[in-house]
């Protein structure tokens, strides 16, 4: 017998895309008839439950036929799987030919412009990257990183010793008050 072919990804991104226009929205049971039910699918548990039992004329419940193809599966529209990237180290893991990076929300304008150019040194495709209107250099970038961290540590130490002052002064107002 002849075994069948796979699907190329490019395919099964357009079957999966036809797939979904097919896909109706799974709607509550009941959730048309009542306010206080909201849209969001509840999964029917009772025993005449008709969308359950798939009763002819009820919406349709969610099951694995809606699925689109396997090879699809957890890719982004584009082709390639996401991989989240905080820092500019991250940005070597991902593999240029199968993944897409895409920088966290938390990172700042300072290291989202040091991975977007380290990205673009390793070709590596980012999914969420915009231009920053104020064109940063990347040099300039690496500078204000490195002084923010020595900023940081400076602060640290500041606070420190201030509270080593600190101690000293206050048992000096408590010999004050037993006098």
Same mark, same amino acid.
């Given at each position: ?45 009772? =025993? ?19 699925? +689109?193809?396997?090879?699809?599966? +957890? =890719? ?9 990237? !905080?820092n500019v ?15 966290? !929300? ?32 990347v040099e ?34 408590? +010999?004050?008050?037993?006098?």
């Amino acid at each position: 017998m002849t075994e069948k072919k796979q699907p190329t990804v490019q395919n099964a991104l357009r079957t999966r895309a036809r797939a979904k226009h097919k896909k109706p929205a799974f709607v509550r049971p009941e959730s048309w008839r009542f306010d206080r039910f909201s849209l969001s699918w509840r999964r029917p548990r009772g =025993l005449d439950n008709k969308i359950r039992r798939k009763i002819k004329g009820w919406p349709p419940g969610p099951s694995t036929g809606y699925c +689109g193809p396997k090879v699809a599966r +957890g =890719l982004h529209p584009s082709g390639y799987e996401e991989v989240m990237v !905080h820092n500019v180290a991250e940005v070597s893991t991902v593999i240029p030919g199968t993944q897409a990076a895409r920088i966290a !929300h938390t990172v700042g304008k300072r290291k989202r412009v040091l991975i977007i150019a380290e990205a673009r040194k390793l070709s590596v495709k980012v999914l969420n990257a915009k231009e920053v209107k104020e064109p940063v250099k990347v040099e300039e970038a690496e500078a204000e990183v490195k002084d923010a961290k020595v900023a940081k540590a400076d602060k640290k130490a500041g606070k420190a010793e201030k509270k080593k002052e600190e101690k000293p002064k206050k048992k000096a107002k408590e +010999g004050a008050k037993k006098q």
